[in-house]
């Protein structure tokens, strides 16, 4: 039983590294701030004792935080300056498209959830303040 909870593991591992190849390939930038941030995670779940299983769920959740901005447009993404409204309201539909996409695979719904529910106020009921 536990190879098999091993295997798995490693599967789920390399599922979030495709993952993370995949953002990385599509923006650099949001690729690296994923890998800063669930690095970040997992130290400040160490401070706080948290459970292996725990670490692991938010150390995942981090790496995936951003997934949704596949689905934004380069010229958005790489825009050099502030963005215009239009452009403000399409970053903010990418927890949606990370749900959209996190919820397909049965391991990560409950992550694409929480991901979709713990987004900033101001991107799911009022305009972002630049």
């Keep these: 039983m536990r190879d098999f909870q091993q295997s798995s593991l490693l599967m789920y591992h ?12 599509r923006d650099a930038y949001t690729a690296s701030h994923s890998m800063r941030v669930s690095d970040m995670t997992e130290r400040i779940c ?10 692991e769920n938010f150390h995942i959740a981090a ?9 934004i447009e380069d010229s958005i993404l790489r825009k050099n300056g502030s963005l215009d409204e239009a452009q403000w309201l399409s970053i903010k539909q990418h927890p949606i498209i990370g749900y959209n ?9 409950e992550i694409a959830a929480r991901l ?10 009022k305009p972002y303040r630049r």
């Design 14 to 25: 390399d599922l979030i590294a495709g993952i993370i190849a995949a953002m990385e390939a």
């Design 46 to 55: 160490g401070l706080l004792d948290l459970s292996k299983e725990q670490t």
């Design 63 to 71: 790496h995936v935080h951003d997934i949704g901005k596949i689905g």
């Design 101 to 109: 996409i996190l919820e397909k695979v049965s391991s990560f719904r």
């Design 116 to 125: 979709v529910s713990q987004q900033p106020l101001s991107y799911r009921i």
